[in-house]
């Protein structure tokens, strides 16, 4: 429930900040800030860490890692040291981070169709404030 509502915050703050640069109404710094702080908690609301294989107390119940919606390389290792390797916070926030740079998962596929809309989502929402923010930029100079 909280994850949604940081969500949709997220998006209706992008909403505004399309609003603003249209407007010009905004000087480049705060845009420059905006536009920072906008992608960050993009990043930050995406780490899926809560809601894979239903949460992190969920998950540390199975063994494996089997039913999640996310294939980390560890699990693929066969020579793996841990059998009972499972993914933490630290491991979403990066795959999180790479969709939002990279616009892709990197390393890490998604298996579910919903973690895979909830990518596209997030790549949507991190293109269009770099290509937001770029146009403006080009503009005032």
């Given at each position: 429930?909280?994850?949604?509502?940081?969500?949709?915050?997220?998006?209706?703050?992008?909403?505004?900040?399309?609003?603003?640069?249209?407007?010009?109404?905004?000087?480049?710094k705060?845009?420059?800030?905006?536009?920072?702080?906008?992608?960050v908690?993009?990043?930050?609301?995406?780490?899926?860490?809560?809601?894979?294989?239903g949460?992190?107390?969920?998950?540390?119940?199975?063994?494996?890692?089997?039913?999640?919606?996310?294939?980390?390389?560890?699990?693929?290792?066969?020579?793996?040291?841990?059998?009972?390797?499972?993914?933490?916070?630290?491991?979403?926030?990066?795959l999180?981070?790479?969709?939002?740079?990279?616009?892709?998962?990197?390393?890490?596929?998604?298996?579910s169709?919903?973690?895979?809309?909830?990518?596209?989502?997030?790549?949507?929402i991190?293109?269009?404030?770099?290509?937001?923010?770029?146009?403006?930029?080009?503009?005032?100079?």
């Amino acid at each position: 429930m909280l994850w949604r509502k940081s969500r949709q915050v997220n998006e209706s703050r992008l909403g505004l900040l399309v609003a603003a640069i249209q407007k010009h109404e905004i000087d480049p710094k705060t845009l420059l800030r905006s536009a920072v702080a906008l992608w960050v908690t993009n990043v930050l609301v995406f780490a899926y860490w809560r809601l894979d294989a239903g949460g992190p107390h969920e998950r540390e119940k199975l063994p494996g890692h089997k039913s999640g919606a996310f294939l980390f390389p560890q699990m693929n290792l066969e020579a793996n040291s841990d059998a009972n390797w499972s993914p933490n916070f630290v491991d979403y926030l990066f795959l999180a981070f790479n969709t939002s740079t990279a616009l892709s998962p990197a390393d890490t596929p998604a298996l579910s169709r919903w973690a895979k809309i909830l990518m596209m989502a997030q790549a949507t929402i991190s293109l269009a404030v770099l290509a937001l923010l770029a146009a403006r930029a080009v503009n005032i100079l």
